[in-house]
C-alpha cells in the first residue's frame, strides 16, 4: 500500500516514478498509446496532407496499435521456442519503427 501511494506521489511531482524506469521503454509506448487514444476522441481536425476524417483516424488507429504492440508481453515462451521468440521481437521492433515514423510525421499536427 505504501509503495503505491509512493509511486502516486512521485507521479504527481515528476510525471513518472521510479518502477517506470525499470522498463522505460514499455512506460513510453504505453503513455504514447494512452494518449493518442484519448486525442482521437477528442480531436476535431486532421493534417493537410490526409484527404478526409476517416483516413485520419485510420492513421491515428495505426499509431495506436504500433505502441500497444510495444507493451504486450512476450515472456510465455519456453526455451525451446527461442525462434518463435526472435520472430515475435522482431514483429514488435517492427511496429514500434512504423509507429515511430507515423509519430514523428504527424508530430505537429496532434493538436487540435
Keep these: ?4 501511494i509512493r509511486r502516486f506521489i512521485e507521479r504527481g511531482r515528476k ?3 521510479n ?13 504514447i498509446a494512452r494518449g493518442l487514444r484519448e486525442f482521437k476522441k477528442n480531436c476535431y481536425s486532421y493534417p493537410n496532407d490526409i484527404d478526409n476524417w476517416d483516413e485520419w483516424m485510420s492513421v491515428l488507429d495505426e499509431m495506436i496499435e504500433c505502441f500497444e504492440e510495444q507493451t504486450r508481453g512476450i515472456s510465455n515462451f519456453l526455451p525451446s ?3 518463435t521468440y526472435k520472430k515475435r521481437k522482431a514483429h514488435q521492433r517492427e511496429k514500434l519503427h512504423k509507429g515511430f515514423e507515423l509519430l514523428k510525421k504527424y508530430y505537429y499536427d496532434l493538436w487540435d
Design 81 to 83: 521456442s527461442l525462434e
Design 15 to 17: 510525471g513518472f516514478c
Design 19 to 31: 518502477e517506470d524506469l525499470w522498463s522505460f521503454d514499455n512506460w513510453l509506448s504505453g503513455l
Design 1 to 4: 500500500m505504501f509503495s503505491s
